[in-house]
């Protein structure tokens, strides 16, 4: 129980310290999307700055405490619990104070409170200025990046080196973290900010699944010794490369393209359907190629892990019906949002994430 204790201090000290830096540490201002009344809320994203902290936080404590980075590892099953508690109250603070802000948001049924407990009231919470939903990313990515720094310390101390496949798992997980903070303002058009509450599907979400769910390749490369063939190690570096080039190419594309800052795709004019959606590259071959790049890189970094268990590969089996699932209601609502303009850009661009086959 004491240890337990200890890991609720943990959590909390590390969200609280993220939430106090993510409003006094200086960063770039842009507008999020337009929301009710015509309000556009602004943003301060100084995620890749906290980040960029964290990671040098990180490299100190390796040269002067590496003990000290070992604790995440050692101690899974304790900071899980404190996680999960975490998550849990913060999730019944958000839904008591959205229905006592919006009361008419409630909705009728015997399981309608449990329904809104789980999806949430209210869309974009905010607390002393700081959106909690796009603040939540950063505990969530950040966490993540130490569970995995916990492991590579872990294997250097016990084993009194890092294999190959573990240095190549961190480079992998770094790069794409930090790629995400760099872009940390496409966030602001994405589907879960524009139309997702914020309740304890998405807390939960952000504070266990994350960071203690998809770190499973890197809990089981620490104790792995066998060496990467060479071959292993370029596929899945070309992988890693194929599937950032697809990621991040098309939320790019995306991003710039609702910016009003997108002229030309790949040597061409820009096209369009009905000048709301764009038919121009990755966009103009699927419509959801992003989720397949972020699946490849997933893909990539769970390659290392062999044939020794199978655990690491239950997060590709959960983020392919999560990708599926999630392309198949943004059909639904793109359908409903656009009609006609939809129909046609189905036909211009006829497969979701797999060319030819889905």
Request: hydrophobic share 50%.
């Amino acid at each position: 129980m004491t240890e337990v204790r200890v890991a609720v201090v943990v959590v909390v000290a590390f969200v609280g310290l993220l939430f106090v830096a993510s409003r006094v540490v200086p960063g770039p201002v842009e507008q999020g999307a337009e929301g009710a009344g015509g309000v556009r809320a602004r943003y301060r994203l100084n995620g890749l700055r906290l980040f960029l902290a964290a990671a040098l936080a990180a490299a100190a404590a390796w040269i002067r405490f590496p003990t000290a980075l070992t604790y995440p590892a050692r101690h899974a099953g304790e900071l899980f619990v404190a996680a999960n508690a975490f998550a849990f109250v913060l999730a019944t603070v958000l839904h008591v104070y959205g229905r006592r802000r919006h009361p008419g948001a409630r909705g009728a049924g015997p399981l309608r409170g449990l329904v809104d407990y789980i999806r949430g009231v209210e869309l974009n919470p905010q607390w002393w200025g700081v959106d909690l939903k796009m603040f939540s990313y950063r505990p969530s990515l950040i966490g993540l990046f130490l569970i995995n720094v916990s492991f590579l310390a872990t294997q250097y101390l016990d084993q009194g080196s890092v294999t190959a496949r573990m240095a190549l798992y961190q480079a992998f997980f770094f790069l794409y973290i930090a790629n995400y903070f760099q872009f940390e303002g496409g966030m602001l058009h994405t589907w879960d900010i524009l139309a997702e509450r914020f309740g304890w599907m998405l807390v939960w979400g952000d504070y266990v699944l994350v960071p203690f769910f998809y770190s499973l390749p890197g809990r089981t490369l620490t104790g792995m010794r066998e060496p990467l063939p060479p071959g292993s190690a370029v596929a899945c570096t070309a992988l890693f490369l194929g599937g950032f080039w697809l990621f991040r190419g098309a939320n790019e594309q995306k991003h710039r393209f609702r910016r009003g800052r997108l002229r030309s795709v790949w040597g061409r004019p820009v096209e369009t359907v009905g000048g709301s959606l764009l038919v121009s590259g990755f966009w103009g071959v699927g419509r959801k190629l992003n989720y397949t790049g972020e699946f490849l890189l997933y893909v990539s970094w769970t390659a290392l892990c062999g044939t020794e268990s199978v655990v690491p590969y239950t997060v590709l089996l959960f983020l392919a019906m999560l990708f599926a699932h999630r392309a198949h209601r943004d059909d639904r609502r793109c359908r409903a949002k656009y009609g006609p303009l939809w129909e046609e850009y189905c036909r211009r661009a006829r497969f979701r994430m797999i060319p030819f086959l889905y």
